[in-house]
Antibody, heavy 117, light 111 residues
């Protein structure tokens, strides 16, 4: 069974960057993609970006194009999400989710990111 | 930019049937949007229920079903149980850089 385990909670100051990891196991890493989704406190889900583990192709949500970088390490089956120029609006729980063939299925446990001065 | 709309809240009695819908601002929702449905309970990560409009996962209870109807994606819960109380999100594939777009979510209350 697929498992996605994310790194721990982060607290950052405005203007800083955050990098969240998502270590995958239980499936062939390069056969799937991984999406990143976030959820601000008390709000809904927001898709922010995706990477295809087969070839590294990336898609980023329009509002994140300039600040988001999704990378991967095939030697450790880990995907990373880095968001720069943080503001309080980026305070949210960030989830990674296995995503292939138009069916995001297995989710990580979420990583709370708090941006505060 | 596509906006996906769901009912903000619905209430259903235990044992009843409830229908949640998912509409797109760009027109009818079709199979090309590969509609997905997720359930999220407080403090938990979302759980996938339905993909490709109507296909269940192995863990999806039989009382959940998905379809396309009247230009919308539809999630139907039959024989609702108290433990079904949760937030439900639909997700549509919109292609290009926007890739996926979530609906705003439906808060389902079982009362």
């Amino acid at each position: 069974q697929a498992q996605l385990v994310q790194s721990g909670a982060e607290v950052k100051k405005p203007g800083a960057s955050v990098k969240v990891s998502c270590k995958t196991s239980g499936y062939v890493f390069t056969n799937y993609g991984v999406s990143w989704v976030r959820q601000a406190p008390g709000q809904g889900l927001e898709w922010i970006g995706w990477i295809a583990a087969s070839n590294g192709h990336r898609d980023y949500g329009p509002t994140f194009q300039d600040r988001l970088t999704v990378t991967m390490d095939t030697s450790t089956n880990t995907v990373y999400m880095e968001l720069t120029s943080l503001t309080s609006d980026d305070t949210a729980i960030y989830f990674c989710v296995r995503d292939f063939d138009y069916r995001p299925d297995y989710w990580g446990q979420g990583t709370p990111v708090t941006v505060a001065s | 930019q596509t906006v996906v709309t769901q009912e903000p809240s619905l209430t259903v009695s235990p044992g009843g049937t409830v229908t949640l819908t998912c509409a797109s601002s760009t027109g009818a929702v079709t199979s090309a949007h590969y509609p997905n449905w997720f359930q999220q309970k407080p403090g938990q990560e979302p759980r996938a229920l339905i993909h490709s409009a109507s296909i269940k996962y192995s863990w999806t209870p039989a009382r959940f079903s998905g379809s396309l109807r009247g230009g919308r994606a539809v999630l139907t819960l039959s024989g609702v149980r108290p433990e079904d109380e949760a937030d439900f999100y639909c997700l549509l594939y919109c292609g290009g850089p926007q890739h996926w777009v979530f609906g705003g979510g439906t808060k389902l209350t079982v009362l």
